[in-house]
């Protein structure tokens, strides 16, 4: 399985729906809540030049936002 990490904040909408397609799909991932973890926020930061969220890291594969169809490609979701 590939290591999926997601940088979030608690108020994100969309980092709430890529956790919701990561759950339907039965995809496990760390969360990272970058509202209250400075070191998880710098390295979103380097990983992807942005400061919005979510990040999502998918075997160090950057996708800013929630990108059905990245996502999907990225972890073999027919």
């Known amino acids: 399985m590939k290591k999926t990490i997601i940088y979030t904040t ?3 909408v969309y980092c709430k729906i890529a956790k ?3 759950k ?3 995809i ?3 969360e990272k809540d970058v509202a209250s973890d400075i070191e998880a926020r710098e390295v979103m930061i380097s990983k ?3 400061m919005g969220v979510p990040v999502i890291d998918i075997d160090g594969q950057i996708v800013v936002g929630f990108d059905k169809e990245e996502l999907s ?3 073999d979701i027919k």
Request: charged fraction near 15%; aromatic fraction near 16%; charge should be negative.
């Open 28 to 30: 496990a991932y760390e």
């Open 10 to 12: 608690s108020t994100c």
């Open 48 to 50: 992807s030049n942005q």
């Open 20 to 22: 919701a397609f990561f």
């Open 73 to 75: 490609k990225l972890l």
């Open 24 to 26: 339907e799909h039965n």
